[in-house]
């Protein structure tokens, strides 16, 4: 049943371009709702044999395990997000029809990329996603948009010469692309340098994938130069499938975690949490200081990644559902406050929350739990790492990874304070709440992160020691 999660989006593409966009852009709406609620009710209630089986048509196979499905979950609920924001904020008939058909794109490739367990088809979900990816952010067809797609396509196509290199050696040494057949083969295969060299590529292609430093040139642009409704989906669950989550599942299901692989993660991971937050520090644009905090926050899963210990995965996993949400809610009010104001300049802006209440409390509440304080489901999830860190004897990134968390918070209450706190700027005293199509979600997610929080225990026992055991 798995495989349609990715057949469903793609056929529903097909069916909507036959008929006008006048006729359809209604109708496309709804079913991706109906879609993204569907995966998300699914992702949480239905495991075992349901996902599992061939793909119809073409050999390969379609799985998923508890990682897979808290991936679904993350996906369902970033795009009903997304979908709500754009109603609202998207004005043009036609930018809003083609809006939703490549969703659907990007749905049915998002959900490929969790679902497979062959490196190749891997790959080709990876692409998929990526180039709905380029268009999506050069939909609006502004010199910004264009610029962000252009530097985005160029870093995706220097990973994806990294990536298919890589596959081909993998290839060549061990005869197979499956998960189990490559790990076999890599087994008995340890010692060569085409496999050093194969997954030193492997590694390389997705930390530009996924934003990492120093390989993240592309991302502020991209971030920044989208508008509000694409933002919310690169930061909020797009970069994180086709980079994140590849790097868990390659490393510990195909490559196998040992020394070498362990040191690139935790020091890739460290430069990324410092310079990422260091970066955010010097910000006046919204979506830029965010989308550097993403960059931060994405190197604290990859330093979890690289701890390599049982509590170290589980914080890393907690870590990136959590940024999926906080970090989607952080943009979608970034984009609610564009849309009202028309600024992105944080310098001319202040006093906001007396106008728009739901967003400036929403965004107080995303803020902390992105710099890790409790009872917010960001302080669970950092404190696990930091905790994973100190026992592996790993001191020193344990301390990093606190003090980054102080200059999390200090640029964290400094977009809180010049965005929503103080008097109310000049120019801004017809401000309002934003309409029902963002509050909405905003709401959810606020609830997510309070509700994560709270119930730490059984949301860690129930759904995250699983989906790191595995590994």
């Avoid at 600024?343 to 710099?371: E, F």
Wanted: glycine fraction near 8%; aromatic fraction near 12%; hydrophobic fraction near 55%.
């Amino acid at each position: 049943m798995g495989a349609w999660f990715i057949l469903i989006p793609l056929l529903s593409l097909m069916v909507i371009s036959l008929f006008s966009q006048k006729q359809m852009k209604t109708i496309a709406f709804w079913w991706i709702i109906l879609l993204s609620l569907l995966q998300i009710v699914l992702a949480i209630a239905v495991n075992g044999n349901f996902w599992n089986g061939p793909f119809p048509l073409i050999n390969f196979e379609i799985f998923a395990d508890q990682l897979s499905r808290l991936m679904l979950l993350s996906i369902g609920i970033v795009l009903f997000s997304t979908l709500l924001a754009a109603e609202s904020w998207i004005q043009e008939d036609e930018r809003k029809f083609n809006f939703y058909n490549i969703l659907l794109v990007l749905l049915a490739g998002m959900n490929g990329i969790v679902l497979v367990k062959d490196i190749f088809t891997l790959y080709v979900f990876l692409e998929i996603t990526a180039v709905a990816s380029f268009i999506i952010i050069a939909l609006k067809k502004e010199r910004d948009g264009l610029e962000g797609a252009f530097k985005y396509l160029i870093f995706s196509s220097i990973a994806t010469v990294m990536l298919l290199t890589s596959i081909a050696l993998i290839l060549l040494v061990t005869g197979d692309t499956s998960f189990t057949g490559i790990a076999a083969g890599l087994k008995a295969s340890a010692s060569s340098p085409v496999i050093s060299l194969a997954i030193g590529l492997y590694l390389c292609g997705l930390f530009i994938k996924s934003g990492l430093m120093p390989f993240h040139g592309w991302l502020p642009d991209a971030y920044a130069a989208s508008t509000s409704s694409v933002s919310l989906l690169l930061a909020g669950i797009v970069t994180k499938t086709v980079g994140v989550y590849p790097l868990i599942r390659i490393v510990y299901s195909v490559f196998g975690f040992n020394s070498p692989i362990q040191n690139v993660l935790l020091l890739v991971g460290a430069v990324s949490i410092v310079f990422g937050a260091l970066a955010a520090l010097g910000q006046n644009d919204f979506k830029r200081i965010l989308a550097y905090s993403s960059i931060s926050q994405v190197g604290y899963i990859i330093i979890g990644l690289g701890c390599g210990t049982p509590l170290g995965m589980a914080g890393a996993i907690l870590h990136l559902f959590n940024h999926s949400i906080f970090k989607s809610l952080l943009f979608l009010n970034a984009g609610t406050v564009k849309a009202e104001s028309g600024l992105r300049n944080m310098d001319q802006m202040g006093g906001l929350a007396g106008k728009m209440p739901v967003t400036g409390a929403t965004s107080a509440i995303a803020a902390l739990s992105t710099a890790g304080l409790p009872p917010l489901s960001g302080f669970w999830s950092k404190l696990a790492i930091v905790i994973a860190l100190w026992q592996a004897n790993y001191h020193y990134y344990a301390l990093i990874a606190i003090l980054a968390s102080i200059i999390t918070l200090s640029y964290m209450l400094s977009i809180q304070r010049r965005v929503f706190f103080g008097k109310l700027a000049n120019g801004l005293e017809n401000i309002k709440e934003g309409g029902l199509g963002p509050t909405l979600p905003a709401v959810i997610l606020a609830a997510i992160i309070i509700v994560v929080g709270l119930f730490f225990p059984l949301f860690i026992n129930s759904i995250i020691f699983p989906a790191g055991s595995i590994l």
